[in-house]
C-alpha cells in the first residue's frame, strides 16, 4: 500500500520547505513590527521628556513611570497582534473568494493547478502555529517596549528641566 504523500514526496517535502520558511518571514515581520514599537516609544520618551519630569517632581515614582510607558507598548502590541489574528484568519477563510475577486479584477489566472499539482490554494490553519505566533508577537512586543520604558523612567527632572 502507497499513500499520497510516498507518491508525492517531492511535492510534501517542497510544502514543508514553504511552511518552515514561511514561519521564519513571520518572524522577521514581527521584529520589524518590534522595532518600530521601540523607535515609536522612543520619540514618544523624546517628547514626553518634560511631561515625565514635571511628574517626577511632583512625586511620580520610576516604577510609575515605567509602567505608563509599558502599558503604552504593550497595548500597541497586543492591539497589532490581535488586528493581525483576526486578519489573516479572515483572509485564510475567504482565500478562494479573494482569488476570484482579483482574478476577475485583473483578467489573468493567478493560481494555475496544472503548474502547482493543487487544485486550490492549500490556507490550513494550524491552532498550534498560530499560538505560537501570537505568543511570539506579544512577547517581542513587551520586551520592544522595556528598552524606551527604562530610559523614561531613568530620566533626571532636573537636567530636563534645566535644558528645556
Sequence with gaps: ?????????S??????????????????????????????LIMLVKDKSRDVAILRTMGAGRGTVLRVFMIAGSSLGV??????????LLFCAHIEQIKSLL???????????????????PALVDPA?????????LG????????PSLRAARLDPVDVLRYE
Design 129 to 137: 502555529e498560530v499560538v505560537i505566533t501570537v505568543t511570539l508577537a
Design 79 to 88: 492591539i497589532g497582534t490581535g488586528l493581525g489574528v483576526a486578519l489573516g
Design 1 to 9: 500500500m502507497t499513500s499520497w504523500r510516498d507518491l508525492n514526496r
Design 11 to 40: 511535492l510534501v517535502s517542497a510544502l514543508d520547505v514553504e511552511r518552515n520558511v514561511m514561519f521564519l518571514i513571520l518572524t522577521l515581520i514581527i521584529l520589524v513590527a518590534a522595532f518600530n514599537i521601540i523607535s515609536s
Design 140 to 147: 517581542l512586543s513587551l520586551l520592544a517596549t522595556l528598552p
Design 103 to 121: 482574478e476577475h479584477l485583473t483578467g489573468t489566472e493567478l493560481w494555475n493547478p496544472e503548474i502547482r499539482f493543487l487544485s486550490e490554494i
